[in-house]
């Protein structure tokens, strides 16, 4: 691997930003206009994708998993650094697959890359991307602004990540798999939506469960979700079927408390904000017990 | 490793900046207050550091090698974004050291972490730092501003890099090794140096010459080093031992191009922008021949 022929062959036609200088220096300039937050996420082959997966969809993954941290606070992604650490020996056709996946998401949901780093390395192949995201408001909304009475909306069906996972691990139904590579995050107007009626909000990257219990948590409150109205990808009468796609992660919804009884446009109210603390879980207007592990806990 | 675990025990105390919501968001708010730079470094062990390296200096050295190149573009370190990828079953104790040696120049440096993520994997341990930076000026002092005849000026000695690596290589003098983990990045007087005077400016981190050539190069000019004027390490009459410091990286000074005769506080004069390109060296007068190897290519 030359890295200045591979950046100049591959991550230089990326950047357009004029404040990225054509990568040519070792800063970019950012654009803030207004109130701009900042996130950073990192994949790992092996443990947030697997070495099967093609590896233009990781390069998707990465991009979408910091935009849809972005639109969950009601912001809009901006601008991007990007790291790669690359496994010593491995193909230039495998670089340039995986640029291309990032090229395809940066555009698809108008990020600018403007800079990062490059390294060759003996490990797995290791991804590290920060993206910067407008606020559509004054700040973004956190995870701490719920209140008792508040219901939870989540903005599309929840399990795909998990049957995904599955399906790719033992090569079974290939667009199934692809839900679990290429996450469908939430548009944009999803932010704008989050902006408008919010009192908080999060992404459910881990599990639905567990994620409803730390917007809960954050929020000062308890958690109680009505499984028969959350929308699943496989829905089913089984409860272990149910739980599984609520705790399987992956899904990067957004998951927002809000006023009840509000009409949101792509979003379900699946259970509400509740004074005791923890997590209640409802089954046909049945109580029932939580299972032991709500998530992917990191 | 219990990610949450060891993200509230290490992590969580260096977080706070009110924008980083004491980590218990996905997103940081930046502090923007005029124009603002940002960069992203990454360092793997085994190949930026050494395995024997004292942790905390790994911690350290990361810290600096961002600061540097936000100091040599005239800006402020502000904010910081940290991704750790940890080899799996590596020791809290290590993980604490390391968390140590970045507390500490993140204050050395008043920089303010303000959130990143965390994940174990099967690989050599992986940290890459993201930080913004305000500029003194209106922008950013680029690589790209020098002129035909501006003389070159460097703010510190050449060579403790190349120099410690080798004693850290050998386990020789613990003083001279330590000068390679922990470079003594260019103080933030320096920044302001830079943008009172210099017409395009960098950090030395590749080694002098390819450095030199690399801001003539942006400039579209050529570089000529007298070798007799630049401040070394461990100054020398052999012309062999002269090249492997000026060649040797790691140093993280601050090189700028600016006007002749200047006296500039903490800065040597060491050469000049030439209109025919490429780079020339000088020493004793005469012409030299450039070594084949001018810095670390990457």
Chains 1, 2 share one sequence.
Not at 11 to 23: C, K, N, Q, R, S
Request: glycine residues 10%; hydrophobic residues 40%; aromatic residues 4%.
């Amino acid at each position: 691997m030359d890295e200045t022929a591979w950046i100049r062959r591959y991550i230089a036609p990326l950047v357009t930003a004029v404040g990225a200088d054509e990568l040519r220096d070792d800063v970019a300039l950012l654009t803030a206009l207004g109130p701009t937050i900042a996130t950073m996420d990192t994949l790992v082959e092996g443990v947030h994708f697997l070495p099967a997966d093609p590896i233009s969809t990781v390069g998707q993954k990465l991009v979408r998993v910091n935009v849809s941290d972005i639109h969950a606070k009601a912001a809009e992604p901006v601008e991007a650094l990007l790291s790669i650490a690359w496994p010593r020996g491995r193909s230039e056709q495998a670089f340039s697959e995986l640029l291309s996946g990032i090229a395809k998401d940066l555009d698809e949901f108008s990020v600018s890359l403007i800079g990062g780093d490059l390294v060759q390395h003996s490990g797995p192949l290791t991804l590290t991307l920060a993206i910067t995201g407008r606020c559509i408001g004054k700040s973004p909304i956190r995870r701490s602004g719920g209140r008792i009475g508040d219901v939870l909306y989540v903005n599309g069906e929840i399990g795909w990540g998990q049957l995904g996972l599955q399906a790719a691990r033992v090569g079974g139904d290939e667009q199934i798999a692809e839900r679990y590579r290429i996450p469908r995050i939430s548009p944009s107007f999803s932010a704008r939506t989050v902006a408008d009626v919010a009192s908080a909000s999060m992404d459910v990257s881990d599990g639905l469960l567990i994620d409803a219990l730390r917007l809960a948590e954050a929020s000062k409150c308890g958690a109680r979700i009505d499984l028969d109205r959350v929308p699943l990808a496989a829905p089913s009468e089984e409860l272990a079927t149910i739980l599984a796609q609520c705790t399987g992660g992956d899904d990067y919804r957004i998951l927002i408390s809000a006023r009840p009884n509000l009409e949101i446009p792509g979003f379900w109210a699946i259970g509400e904000l509740t004074e005791s603390h923890g997590l209640s879980i409802r089954h046909r207007g049945q109580q029932v017990n939580p299972p032991s592990t709500l998530g992917f806990e990191h």
